[in-house]
Protein backbone atom coordinates (compact mmCIF):
# COMPACT_ATOMS: atom_id res chain seq x y z
CA UNK A 1 0.00 0.00 0.00
CA UNK A 2 0.86 3.79 -0.70
CA UNK A 3 -0.57 7.33 0.20
CA UNK A 4 -1.52 9.28 -2.69
CA UNK A 5 0.94 11.26 -3.90
CA UNK A 6 3.90 9.17 -2.00
CA UNK A 7 5.98 7.21 -4.17
CA UNK A 8 7.12 4.59 -1.77
CA UNK A 9 5.02 1.39 -1.17
CA UNK A 10 4.75 -0.53 2.41
CA UNK A 11 4.39 -3.96 3.07
CA UNK A 12 1.46 -4.42 4.97
CA UNK A 13 1.40 -8.17 4.65
CA UNK A 14 3.89 -10.78 3.12
CA UNK A 15 3.85 -14.42 2.23
CA UNK A 16 0.13 -14.61 0.36
CA UNK A 17 -0.66 -14.57 -3.26
CA UNK A 18 -3.76 -13.04 -4.67
CA UNK A 19 -6.75 -14.83 -5.95
CA UNK A 20 -10.13 -13.11 -7.23
CA UNK A 21 -12.54 -12.06 -5.02
CA UNK A 22 -12.55 -10.15 -1.44
CA UNK A 23 -9.55 -12.54 -0.14
CA UNK A 24 -5.97 -12.74 -0.50
CA UNK A 25 -4.74 -16.51 0.67
CA UNK A 26 -0.94 -18.33 0.95
CA UNK A 27 -0.01 -21.43 2.34
CA UNK A 28 3.20 -22.09 3.43
CA UNK A 29 4.77 -24.65 5.95
CA UNK A 30 2.13 -25.18 8.86
CA UNK A 31 -0.54 -23.40 7.85
CA UNK A 32 -2.28 -21.11 5.54
CA UNK A 33 -2.63 -16.98 5.71
CA UNK A 34 -5.96 -15.39 4.65
CA UNK A 35 -6.72 -11.66 4.33
CA UNK A 36 -9.67 -9.98 4.24
CA UNK A 37 -11.82 -7.31 4.91
CA UNK A 38 -9.55 -4.28 3.92
CA UNK A 39 -10.86 -1.00 4.21
CA UNK A 40 -9.43 2.47 3.28
CA UNK A 41 -10.50 5.43 5.42
CA UNK A 42 -7.66 8.58 4.04
CA UNK A 43 -4.18 7.71 4.32
CA UNK A 44 -5.25 4.62 7.21
CA UNK A 45 -5.57 1.05 6.23
CA UNK A 46 -6.82 -1.93 8.33
CA UNK A 47 -6.86 -5.28 6.83
CA UNK A 48 -7.98 -8.46 9.04
CA UNK A 49 -5.12 -11.90 8.97
CA UNK A 50 -6.32 -15.10 9.83
CA UNK A 51 -3.45 -17.55 10.04
CA UNK A 52 -5.38 -20.75 10.34
CA UNK A 53 -3.32 -23.98 11.83
CA UNK A 54 -4.15 -27.53 11.75
CA UNK A 55 -7.00 -26.87 14.48
CA UNK A 56 -6.55 -23.13 15.30
CA UNK A 57 -7.26 -19.85 14.03
CA UNK A 58 -5.17 -16.81 15.00
CA UNK A 59 -6.47 -13.82 13.83
CA UNK A 60 -5.34 -9.54 13.49
CA UNK A 61 -6.46 -6.41 12.82
CA UNK A 62 -3.87 -4.12 11.68
CA UNK A 63 -4.93 -0.66 11.32
CA UNK A 64 -1.50 1.54 9.48
CA UNK A 65 -1.40 5.08 8.62
CA UNK A 66 0.04 4.98 5.38
CA UNK A 67 1.50 8.62 5.62
CA UNK A 68 3.61 8.68 8.27
CA UNK A 69 3.86 4.49 7.80
CA UNK A 70 3.34 3.60 11.38
CA UNK A 71 0.83 1.23 13.29
CA UNK A 72 -2.40 2.70 14.82
CA UNK A 73 -3.84 -0.32 15.90
CA UNK A 74 -3.40 -3.92 16.22
CA UNK A 75 -6.18 -6.20 17.80
CA UNK A 76 -5.94 -10.30 17.83
CA UNK A 77 -8.29 -13.14 18.71
CA UNK A 78 -7.74 -17.00 18.83
CA UNK A 79 -10.16 -19.69 18.02
CA UNK A 80 -9.20 -23.72 19.06
CA UNK A 81 -11.28 -26.66 16.73
CA UNK A 82 -14.29 -23.85 16.35
CA UNK A 83 -14.19 -22.63 19.87
CA UNK A 84 -12.96 -18.56 20.64
CA UNK A 85 -12.86 -15.75 20.10
CA UNK A 86 -13.40 -14.94 15.87
CA UNK A 87 -12.77 -11.06 14.55
CA UNK A 88 -15.98 -10.46 12.25
CA UNK A 89 -15.46 -7.08 10.74
CA UNK A 90 -14.53 -3.10 12.16
CA UNK A 91 -14.73 0.52 10.72
CA UNK A 92 -12.11 3.13 10.84
CA UNK A 93 -13.13 6.47 11.57
CA UNK A 94 -11.27 9.73 10.10
CA UNK A 95 -9.22 10.02 13.17
CA UNK A 96 -7.96 6.67 12.90
CA UNK A 97 -9.70 5.01 15.94
CA UNK A 98 -11.65 1.84 15.07
CA UNK A 99 -14.44 -0.20 16.39
CA UNK A 100 -14.36 -3.84 15.91
CA UNK A 101 -16.90 -7.00 16.57
CA UNK A 102 -16.21 -10.58 17.33
CA UNK A 103 -17.95 -13.38 17.68
CA UNK A 104 -17.15 -15.62 20.55
CA UNK A 105 -18.20 -19.31 20.55
CA UNK A 106 -18.12 -21.98 23.46
CA UNK A 107 -20.15 -24.88 24.27
CA UNK A 108 -23.81 -24.56 24.56
CA UNK A 109 -26.52 -26.80 26.25
CA UNK A 110 -27.59 -30.06 24.64
CA UNK A 111 -23.95 -29.78 21.83
CA UNK A 112 -25.16 -27.09 20.44
CA UNK A 113 -22.73 -23.87 20.20
CA UNK A 114 -23.23 -20.51 21.90
CA UNK A 115 -22.70 -17.08 20.32
CA UNK A 116 -22.04 -14.21 22.25
CA UNK A 117 -21.14 -10.78 20.08
CA UNK A 118 -19.00 -8.39 21.20
CA UNK A 119 -18.28 -4.74 20.16
CA UNK A 120 -15.30 -2.93 21.20
CA UNK A 121 -13.68 0.15 20.39
CA UNK A 122 -10.17 1.63 20.90
CA UNK A 123 -10.00 5.66 20.89
CA UNK A 124 -6.33 6.42 20.52
CA UNK A 125 -4.82 3.58 22.77
CA UNK A 126 -7.50 3.23 25.38
CA UNK A 127 -9.95 0.32 24.74
CA UNK A 128 -13.67 -0.22 25.60
CA UNK A 129 -15.98 -2.69 25.24
CA UNK A 130 -19.32 -1.14 23.88
CA UNK A 131 -21.70 -4.28 23.86
CA UNK A 132 -21.76 -7.64 24.30
CA UNK A 133 -23.95 -10.83 24.77
CA UNK A 134 -26.15 -13.48 22.77
CA UNK A 135 -28.23 -10.78 20.66
CA UNK A 136 -25.82 -8.63 19.84
CA UNK A 137 -25.12 -8.76 16.03
CA UNK A 138 -21.77 -8.91 15.12
CA UNK A 139 -21.47 -8.41 11.26
CA UNK A 140 -24.00 -5.73 11.67
CA UNK A 141 -21.52 -3.03 12.74
CA UNK A 142 -21.04 0.37 10.78
CA UNK A 143 -19.59 3.72 10.70
CA UNK A 144 -21.75 6.62 9.65
CA UNK A 145 -19.99 9.46 10.18
CA UNK A 146 -18.13 9.97 13.69
CA UNK A 147 -20.48 7.01 15.14
CA UNK A 148 -19.97 3.21 15.23
CA UNK A 149 -23.50 1.73 14.98
CA UNK A 150 -24.76 -1.83 15.10
CA UNK A 151 -27.84 -4.02 16.17
CA UNK A 152 -28.14 -5.50 19.62
CA UNK A 153 -31.73 -7.71 20.23
CA UNK A 154 -32.86 -6.10 17.44
CA UNK A 155 -32.48 -2.70 18.55
CA UNK A 156 -29.61 -0.13 17.19
CA UNK A 157 -27.33 1.19 19.19
CA UNK A 158 -24.32 3.74 18.55
CA UNK A 159 -21.30 5.08 19.97
CA UNK A 160 -19.04 7.85 19.37
CA UNK A 161 -15.78 7.42 17.00
CA UNK A 162 -14.22 10.28 17.52
Excluded: M
Excluded at 109 to 138: C, E, K, W
Aim: aromatic share 4%; glycine share 16%; net charge positive.
Amino acid sequence: GCAAGSARSQLLAGGVISLPGKRVYGCAGRGCRLIEVIRLVGADVGFIVEHHGLDTVDGTLTVRDLADDRGLHTVQAHTVIGYGERLITYVIAPSGNIAWATDTTSPGPQGNFRHIGTIRRAIGQTVTTLDSGSNVRPGSLRRRGDTAQWIDGGRQQAAPLP
